[in-house]
Every structure is written in C-alpha cells, then in structure tokens.
Antibody, heavy 121, light 111 residues
Framework: EVQLLESGGGLGQPGGSLRLSCAAS????????LSWVRQAPGKGLEWVSA????????YYADSVKGRFTISRDNSKNTLSLQMNSLRAEDTAIYYC??????????????WGQGTLVTVSS | QSALTQPPSASGSPGQSVTISCTGT?????????VSWYQQHPGKAPKLMIY???KRPSGVPDRFSGSQSGNTASLTVSGLQAEDEADYYC???????????FGGGTKLTVL
C-alpha cells in the first residue's frame, strides 16, 4: 500500500525557518516525481514545489521561489521542504503528493494526511 | 501562476447529474492533456478522481466522468449520492515554468 507521512509542521516565526519531511513507502520511490501542495485554512489547494524522481529537476511556485527548497533522499525514501523567510501567508496545511507516473505532470494519485504550518509571532 | 476558474458551488438532488466547469487558458488546460480532478471531504486529504481529462483511476465509480472543450474542462457526477458531497478541485499541468495550477474549488451539495 502506498503511504506518505508528513512531519515537521508547527509554529514558525515570521522571517524564521521550518523543515518539512515526507516519509514514503509502498512504491519504488525514485521512479516517481513528488510535490508539496498547500491549503490555507478554509481556502483552496495551491501547488508549492515539485521534484523529479532523480532529484535533478525542481520547480517552484512564484510565491515561494527563492525562499523554499525542495529535496529528496532516494536512499531513505524521504522528501523534504526547507522553508526559509517564513511569512504569515505561508500558514497552511502542507501535503506531500506523489505523481502518477515518472513524468512530472501535476497528476497526483496519492496524498499524505498533511502537516499544519502556522506562521505567527 | 493564475488559478483556474471554477464555480464556487454546485448542487443537485440524489440521482441527478451535476457538471462542474474549470476554465483555464492555452498555457494550461488547452495546452496539455493533463487535467485532473480531485475530491476532498472535510478534514481529509484530496483524492484523485479523474486524470488526463477523462480517465478514471481504479476504484473510482463510473458515475464520475471528465471532458474538455478548448480551454474549459468539466467534471460530471451522475446519479448523485450523499457521499459525493465534497469539495472538488480541478488541476492542470502548465509547463516547466509554471508546473501546476489548481482551480479555486467547487463545493458540491447533495440536496
């Protein structure tokens, strides 16, 4: 069974940093692209960042470019999101999402349960 | 990265059909064959219901169908059931520079 389990959420200070992790199981990790998708309280979904199966290609939404860094460790089946220069508008549930194929096409067939990030002083 | 446009709400009675639209541009919906639809119940993670415009993952009832005409994609739910009440989001691939874009979501109410 494919499973994604996020961790690392919590309270972050404006201008501060947080690091999210996503532990994956049940599939050949390096064969699939992965993304982070967030959802602000009471709002819709927003794609944040994506990474190819090899980790060689990364993509970012304009809203986080230059502040967030996505990475993966294929030896540990783990996806990460380093979040720097946090802003109040980064407050959201952050979901780890798996691509349906090797290609990164923004088609997510499995989602984690999400981890809540709150940015506040 | 502009969001795709969805109606904020839709409704129908049990057994009826309802269609939710998703309007994009030639840079996303009409530029690639990667339109997806997700169902999200309150407090739960999204679930893939339709991919590549009209394909259903295994386990998704055939009451759910997808289509596209130009820059507008649509999700149709036939034979509405109480458990279909949820938020529905469309999504499209938008190329390597913009990657992924979601619609604002549609709250489907089963009357």
């Amino acid at each position: 069974e494919v499973q994604l389990l996020e961790s690392g959420g919590g309270l972050g200070q404006p201008g501060g940093s947080l690091r999210l992790s996503c532990a994956a199981s049940g599939f050949t990790f390096s064969n699939y692209g992965l993304s982070w998708v967030r959802q602000a309280p009471g709002k819709g979904l927003e794609w944040v960042s994506a990474i190819s199966g090899s980790g060689g290609s990364t993509y970012y939404a304009d809203s986080v470019k230059g502040r967030f860094t996505i990475s993966r460790d294929n030896s540990k089946n783990t996806l990460s999101l380093q979040m720097n220069s946090l802003r109040a508008e980064d407050t959201a549930i952050y979901y780890c999402a798996k691509e349906k194929w090797l290609l990164v096409t923004s088609t997510f067939d499995c989602w984690g349960q999400g981890t809540l990030v709150t940015v506040s002083s | 990265q502009s969001a795709l446009t969805q109606p904020p709400s839709a409704s129908g009675s049990p057994g009826q059909s309802v269609t939710i639209s998703c309007t994009g541009t030639s840079s996303d919906v009409d530029g690639y064959n990667y339109v997806s639809w997700y169902q999200q119940h309150p407090g739960k993670a999204p679930k893939l219901m339709i991919y590549e415009v009209s394909k259903r993952p295994s386990g998704v009832p055939d009451r759910f169908s997808g289509s596209q005409s130009g820059n507008t994609a649509s999700l149709t739910v036939s034979g509405l059931q109480a458990e279909d009440e949820a938020d529905y989001y469309c999504s499209s691939y938008a190329g390597n520079n913009n990657f992924g874009v979601f619609g604002g979501g549609t709250k489907l109410t089963v009357l």
